[in-house]
């Protein structure tokens, strides 16, 4: 009966002995268990911090900023043409005929002849006293300049003449230009011409072109 009696306490003993190792052990675990998950918790706040440190930092771009040059338009320069000398249109001189030396006339080198064209103003105005009448191309022929001693009325008809050489050294046709301008030297109305044919070369006529 005592040994029963000591047997039962001894297995209470050693079961109050295991219960409590056994809660022990699980405090200890648990305790470890809590030291983890704090250690855990830490690493997390830690990584967190230099995460987000790492995005405050501002990051420099390695692409480089391109400065656009001022377009530069160029500058046209533009000439401006200069006036150009235009005749009174109160003037008009209308060739009628040739009244000697025709074209194609037959000379000889040196011979002195006078040419002589009839005319009519067929402007507006009358054509007044001191009007020229001027060589302007081919030969002068040694042609002066001819003034107007009177006037001329508008659709007055009047014969104008020139003395002129023939030149030496010169075979072939010779032409000689002549115009009227008035006190200002603006020329105005047709161009007269005299056409002759030095030596023996045979051509064809030529008239006064309006």
């Not at 040994?3 to 409590?20: K, T």
């Not at 268990?33 to 987000?52: H, K, N, P």
């Not at 030149?167 to 011409?193: H, K, V």
């Amino acid at each position: 009966m005592q040994n029963r009696i000591l047997y039962i306490v001894l297995l209470i003993v050693i079961g109050a002995l295991l219960f409590s190792c056994a809660d022990s052990a699980n405090q200890t675990n648990s305790n470890s268990d809590d030291v983890d998950l704090i250690r855990t918790q830490a690493v997390s706040t830690f990584a967190s911090s230099l995460t987000e440190t790492l995005v405050a930092v501002p990051t420099h771009s390695s692409t480089p900023m391109i400065l656009e040059e001022p377009s530069i338009t160029p500058t046209i320069i533009t000439e401006t043409p200069l006036p150009t000398a235009t005749t009174n249109p109160c003037y008009n001189l209308l060739y009628i005929r040739d009244v000697t030396i025709p074209d194609g006339t037959q000379m000889q080198a040196g011979e002195v002849f006078t040419k002589t064209w009839e005319v009519q103003n067929i402007g507006g105005c009358a054509w007044r006293a001191g009007f020229t009448f001027q060589h302007v191309g081919g030969e002068s022929m040694r042609g002066n300049t001819a003034t107007l001693t009177e006037a001329i009325p508008t659709g007055a008809k009047r014969q104008i003449s020139v003395e002129l050489v023939v030149p030496s050294g010169i075979s072939g046709l010779i032409q000689s230009s002549w115009r009227m301008a008035d006190e200002n030297g603006m020329f105005f109305g047709d161009t007269l011409s005299v056409n002759i044919v030095v030596g023996n070369i045979t051509t064809p006529a030529v008239t006064n072109t309006p």
